[in-house]
């Protein structure tokens, strides 16, 4: 029997706040597809660390942590986001704060974490297709995809939408802060030895700092459109 084909996939890369997430779930709604959300499997690794003391460095034992993470997503009701569960836990919440995005950003800097969540990253490629969210999805995990992205915006541009997206949560941050977080993430997003935070040689790369979401989505999409055949 032949094999089936590769599902397609989309992949959209770039640093923290500059819309990977609101575009990918437009889109994978838009198209029906699959979404990969590959930061929260990067927060959930870096919150059970934490949560069981473990290091952040311990490579080894994170890396065991991020190959048998007890999570599941629950969808939610019509309109309600879906639950993340670690554990049995309900992190949702906690698994959003900057705080949870810092610990992710330092166990993403070790190669056997990485490779303990290539395979489990590369599953979510199924029929009809795929929009992942990343840093190196077009990269290393999906370096075939047919249509690849680089989303970025200003680091000023991207606080202050964070800042918003945070404090319409109720959480109390500080622009400030936030951008110190962000250009912290950045740095060591980018500056890291393996799969670093950098647009693929084939990624469009887009620049989202004075564009609206529906823009960027429209953009975005009329790409695939004509790329993918759609
Ligand atoms: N083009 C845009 N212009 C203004 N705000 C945006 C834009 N794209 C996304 N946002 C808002 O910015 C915040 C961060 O977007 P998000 O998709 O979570 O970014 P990322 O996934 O890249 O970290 C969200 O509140 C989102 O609604
Ligand atoms: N494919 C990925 C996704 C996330 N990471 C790391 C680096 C990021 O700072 C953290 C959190 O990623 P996430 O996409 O959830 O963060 P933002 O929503 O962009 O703020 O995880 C990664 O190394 N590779």
């Known amino acids: 029997m032949s094999e089936p084909a590769p599902a397609a996939v989309i992949a959209i890369d770039g640093p923290s706040g500059s ?4 575009l990918c779930q437009k889109l994978a709604k838009q198209l029906a597809w699959h979404l990969l959300d590959s ?8 919150l059970a660390a934490h949560r069981r003391g473990i290091a952040l460095d311990n490579e080894l034992a994170v ?50 974490v990485r490779a303990a969540l290539l395979g489990r990253q590369r599953d979510f490629a199924q029929a009809p297709g795929l929009v992942a969210d ?16 680089f989303l970025t915006a200003s680091a000023e541009a991207r606080a202050e939408r964070r800042f918003k997206q945070l404090k319409d949560k109720g959480e109390s941050v500080t622009l400030a802060a936030l951008l110190e977080d962000i250009q912290a993430r950045d740095k060591r997003d980018s500056e890291r030895e393996l799969a670093p935070l950098k647009p693929a040689d084939d990624a ?13 989505f429209e953009q975005v999409l009329a790409l695939a459109k004509k790329r993918l055949s759609l």
């Open 19 to 22: 819309g990977k997430g609101t």
């Open 39 to 46: 930061g929260a499997l990067y927060r959930l690794t870096g």
């Open 63 to 112: 890396a065991e942590l991020a190959a048998n993470l007890d999570v599941r997503f629950v969808p939610g009701e019509e309109g309600q986001p879906t639950r993340v569960l670690l554990d049995g836990d309900d992190v949702s919440a906690v698994l959003r704060t900057e705080e949870t995005g810092s610990l992710a950003s330092q166990v993403a800097v070790l190669a056997e």
């Open 134 to 149: 990343g840093r190196d999805m077009g990269t290393v995990v999906f370096p075939n995809a047919p249509l690849k992205i």
């Open 204 to 216: 469009i790369q887009l620049d989202s700092t004075a564009l609206g979401i529906d823009e960027v």
